[in-house]
């Protein structure tokens, strides 16, 4: 596992990290311990999570079960990792109780849960899931800066906000990103670059869709992602996936490999979060990064998918 600083000022990573949605909304506890630990055996130090999740899924669960599932796995390696959690989403009546999720009593709140849940002292990246619309972002921002000079936070992040306001008050920004949509090369990248920002994707693999598991003319495969989420497998989608596979296979490599070693190359990443199912799925994941793409590579990469180009 190769490791960076995640932006100018942020905190050390592994050039993949683990997402935690599928922690108790498809995984149950056992099946959570499974893979963090399959990532901590494969050198990964950065688990990524929010508040709100584990409140969805076959299982069941409720928000905050993601939290709970992760803080339990990680029991005795706690200060080997970089915990990253998300607050800002929906988690039910706790906006009436404590008023706009970018202010300052919500927040107030909303880390004394989630270290709770956690069963932690201190979050390493605390990030605004999402922009509530009404709270001025620099009011938002003040009470993180409070977190972190009590010690409760280490770094502040951001998510799915728009590029004009991503600033250097923000280690990294968290969005969607992969070689099927590459329009954060447009705005958001030249804004982590100018500002020092670390770029975390989510979806690297399109929702399964770089994995190699979907074909055209092929039902996909039952009780996955793209079995039940419409738009994705469209001929477009479908022509770069058989693009991006020739590509692979050309240079020895699987798609997913492709998918994840190309993404970890490009500008401003830090690393590329990764949700699993499975022990098996996080060593693969982990070692798709092991491919680092020439320029040469790149180039070719880019006559297929066009820098900022979105095709799904």
């Not at 938002?140 to 991503?166: D, F, M, W």
């Not at 070689?179 to 399109?206: K, M």
Request: net charge negative.
């Amino acid at each position: 596992m190769r490791y960076r600083t995640l932006g100018e000022r942020g905190p050390t990573v592994s050039v993949v990290g683990v997402g935690g949605n599928n922690f108790g909304a498809r995984l149950d506890e056992d099946g959570t311990k499974a893979v963090v630990h399959a990532a901590l055996d494969a050198g990964i130090t950065l688990f990524d999570t929010a508040d709100m999740y584990g409140g969805s899924g076959e299982r069941g669960g409720s928000r905050g079960d993601g939290e709970r599932l992760l803080g339990a796995a990680l029991k005795g390696s706690r200060d080997n990792v970089v915990l990253a959690t998300k607050f800002g989403m929906e988690m039910g009546r706790e906006a009436d109780l404590y008023g706009r999720r970018g202010a300052r009593p919500y927040i107030r709140h909303a880390v004394e849960a989630s270290l709770r849940r956690l069963g932690t002292d201190r979050i390493d990246l605390y990030q605004y899931h999402e922009p509530d619309g009404v709270t001025p972002l620099e009011e938002t921002v003040a009470a993180l800066k409070e977190l972190v000079h009590e010690g409760k936070v280490r770094y502040i992040g951001c998510s799915n906000l728009p590029a004009e306001q991503v600033t250097d008050a923000f280690v990294s920004t968290q969005n969607r990103y992969h070689l099927l949509d590459r329009s954060v090369e447009q705005d958001l990248i030249p804004t982590c670059l100018r500002h020092g920002v670390g770029l975390l994707p989510y979806y690297p693999l399109a929702n399964g869709l770089l994995s190699g598991k979907y074909r055209r003319g092929e039902e996909p495969p039952p009780g996955s992602r793209l079995s039940w989420r419409q738009g994705w497998l469209t001929d477009a989608a479908l022509d770069k996936v058989e693009a991006l596979t020739e590509y692979g296979a050309d240079r020895g490599l699987t798609l997913l490999q492709v998918a994840v070693g190309a993404l970890a190359a490009l500008p401003a990443v830090g690393s590329v979060i990764c949700g699993a199912m499975t022990p098996q799925q996080v060593t693969v994941n982990a070692a798709a990064a092991d491919w680092i793409p020439s320029p040469a590579d790149l180039a070719v990469l880019d006559a297929i998918v066009a820098p900022g180009e979105r095709v799904v």
